[in-house]
């Protein structure tokens, strides 16, 4: 259907910066919005930001809002999450998945990438 692969991922300081990718195959056109969840140790997953793929439409957490960007390249099947000012509190599994609603729900979201890593130390 669709596959979805996160990248950029790693270890990162407080402060610094970092830009998550995903990267959409397969039948991308049953998707509108892209989504960026996150999920701590323990913790269920949170939404972080989504936008829709023509890039007209984002929406943010508060967690992140100020701090992240979202972005989209359609001629790449790719979205990205720009991560600023990182801190400890960011540490967690990145998700990406895809779904035909511009929403912060898990549950309006069809389809999932394995996740990627991100760790911040204080």
């Known amino acids: 259907q669709v596959q979805l692969v996160e990248s950029g991922g790693g270890l990162a300081q407080a402060g610094d910066s970092l830009r998550l990718s995903c990267a959409a195959s397969?039948?991308?056109?049953?998707?509108?919005?892209m989504g960026w969840f996150r999920q701590a140790p323990g913790k269920e997953r949170d939404f972080v930001a989504a936008i829709t793929w023509n890039g007209v439409s984002t929406y943010y957490s508060d967690s992140v809002k100020g701090r992240g960007t979202i972005s989209s390249d359609n001629a790449k099947n790719t979205v990205y999450l720009q991560m600023n000012s990182l801190k400890p509190e960011d540490t967690a599994v990145y998700y990406c998945?895809?779904?035909?609603?511009?929403?912060?729900?898990?549950?309006?979201?069809?389809?999932w990438g394995q996740g990627t890593q991100v760790t911040v130390s204080s």
């Open positions: 397969g039948r991308t056109f049953r998707t509108t919005v």
């Open positions: 998945a895809a779904g035909p609603k511009l929403t912060g729900r898990t549950y309006d979201y069809d389809y």
